[in-house]
């Protein structure tokens, strides 16, 4: 249904249906992006879960481009509101386009130029953005008041602290977040706030910044914003840059307003305070709740951010501030889960292993061996026998999960290439669905293995028997290899695959 809505859409814009449509890499939000392009031109499609989200961000994105700043025209809306078709800025972010700075520490100049100038661009966005627009359409609040500083608490309190297992007394902790809540109200909040600006929100096309998902912007305070962009934690950008990015921050402010500069670092301190908080609650939602990869690699840079923020001025939240050297010290001792920043995304540190939880197995010579056979199939060709007589295991049904079969690109492909790899992990259903099947298989093999038996079947099916059960019965397979006494015979029926692990 989205294809040919999306579809009509090019069609009422360019005369003509697209010739190709492809799925995009799924970000952190539940929108789904495409590509669509025929007769030399092309656009994205988006696919929402909340219509009034997507009217926000094309109101927004019209109001916007009124006033002369650089965002995707709209080209159209359609199905009641849940889809939308926007200008094709390219595949290029700004956090992609900084890539080899970031990984050698060291930013070009060509990088700090459009870092500058990505920055240099927000105030206008929060001065000449806030002028004439409706607020009323913003999504979750018209303004940045206290209720929206203690949802950011919270979300740092209930989906971080508390997913780390962090100890802490929620009552000392409330009072100073009840302080902090009225620190930043008392914050004139006059300007637009644009809520989530950072590198992966800005494109770069024609040499020049692209800002992308405001959707979530309301009326709010200067300063969030220059703290999301500049202490975005997986930029790692060194003390200089920051410097020289908040100098061309205060430059393009210099025609709205001129700050005291005391009171500005002080109130930048803060928000720098409450966006670290912010970020590291969606780190643990979207890393440790949805099982997405890249997440959890900015977990350590946030916590140098945490850091530096301890050892500046302190004894304004001391039981926060106690919490917070608590956090460090855990992450420190290796309490606190993450990814390493060249780890693969299917490193998944949340998923329970017994390898790592105390599995209580013998692996002397001469015990029997626990051959596992995994096997990926399609229900259309029928369920896989159990030749080995007992009759053990289980038959997992894959047809839940995002299904990549549906689009033309991968098509020709399996589970096992590295696009229908991508595809699955970005969406990241399959973790949670493979967190559940390694639960239950540890706890089958290892009192397989204390009893001494000799065989397990498990099998994966989805519809063709190509995609998701092959990248499921894969993903098994290495969960299993290695373990003492334990032979894994992998299967793909339906592709004529068979290996041994």
């Known amino acids: 249904m989205e294809n040919n809505i999306l579809s009509d859409l090019f069609r009422a814009r360019f005369g003509a249906m697209p010739e190709s449509l492809f ?34 961000f094309c109101t927004m994105a019209g109001h916007f481009r009124s006033k002369g700043i650089n965002v995707p025209e709209i080209y159209g809306m359609g199905g009641d509101g849940m889809y939308y078709l926007q200008e094709d800025l390219g595949d290029t972010s700004l956090f992609d386009y900084v890539a080899d700075g970031r990984k050698g520490g060291e930013y070009s100049l060509r990088d700090r130029e459009m870092l500058l100038a990505a920055v240099s661009g927000l105030p206008k966005i929060q001065f000449e953005g806030a002028a004439g627009l409706d607020f009323g359409i913003c999504l979750q609040s018209s303004v940045f008041d206290g209720k929206m500083v203690m949802f950011d608490l919270n979300y740092f309190k209930y989906c971080f602290l508390k997913a780390v297992g962090l100890e802490f007394d929620e009552v000392s902790l409330q009072v100073d977040f009840d302080r902090l809540v009225g620190d930043v109200a008392a914050v004139p ?6 809520r989530d600006f950072q590198s992966r ?22 300063y969030y914003d220059l703290a999301s962009f500049v202490w975005q934690a997986r930029a790692r950008y060194p003390e200089d840059l920051k410097k020289d990015m908040i100098k061309a921050y205060l430059d393009a402010l210099a025609p709205y307003a001129v700050p005291d500069m005391e009171e500005f670092y002080r109130r930048l301190r803060l928000f720098v305070l409450l966006r670290t908080l912010q970020v590291l609650g969606a780190y643990g939602f979207r890393g440790y709740f949805e099982k997405k990869g890249h997440f959890l690699k900015s977990i350590p840079a946030a916590m140098q951010n945490i850091r530096e923020l301890l050892s500046g001025p302190s004894g304004e939240y001391p039981y926060l501030e106690s919490v917070l050297k608590g956090l460090v010290g855990a992450f420190d ?20 292993s017994f390898r790592k939880t105390g599995m ?142």
């Open 23 to 56: 799925p995009l890499p799924v970000s952190g939000s539940h929108r789904q992006y495409f590509r669509l392009a025929g007769g030399g031109v092309s656009a994205i499609g988006v696919s929402g879960t909340d219509a009034r989200e997507n009217m926000a």
């Open 189 to 194: 909040a006059e300007s637009f706030l644009y």
């Open 201 to 222: 929100n800005v494109m770069v096309k024609d040499g020049k910044p692209y800002y992308i998902d405001f959707q979530g912007g309301m009326k709010g305070p200067v």
């Open 333 to 352: 001792e290796g309490k606190v889960k993450f990814l390493p920043e060249d780890a693969a995304e299917d490193d998944r540190p949340a998923c329970k």
């Open 360 to 501: 209580s197995v013998s692996a002397g010579e001469g015990l029997p061996v626990l051959t596992v056979d995994v096997t990926s199939f399609s229900y259309k060709k029928g369920i896989p026998e159990d030749g080995s007589g007992n009759g053990g295991g289980y038959v997992f049904d894959c047809r839940s999960i995002h299904n990549p079969g549906k689009y033309d690109r991968y098509k020709s492909l399996t589970g096992m290439d590295a696009p229908v790899i991508k595809f699955l992990e970005d969406d990241g259903e399959v973790f949670r669905f493979m967190d559940n099947v390694y639960a239950l298989v540890d706890a089958h093999v290892e009192r397989f293995l204390q009893r001494g038996f000799t065989h397990l079947s498990v099998s994966f099916g989805c519809t063709g028997g190509q995609h998701r059960s092959v990248y499921c019965a894969e993903s098994l397979a290495r969960h299993l290899a290695g373990i003492q006494r334990v032979r894994v015979r992998l299967v793909h029926r339906e592709q004529k695959v068979e290996k041994t692990l």
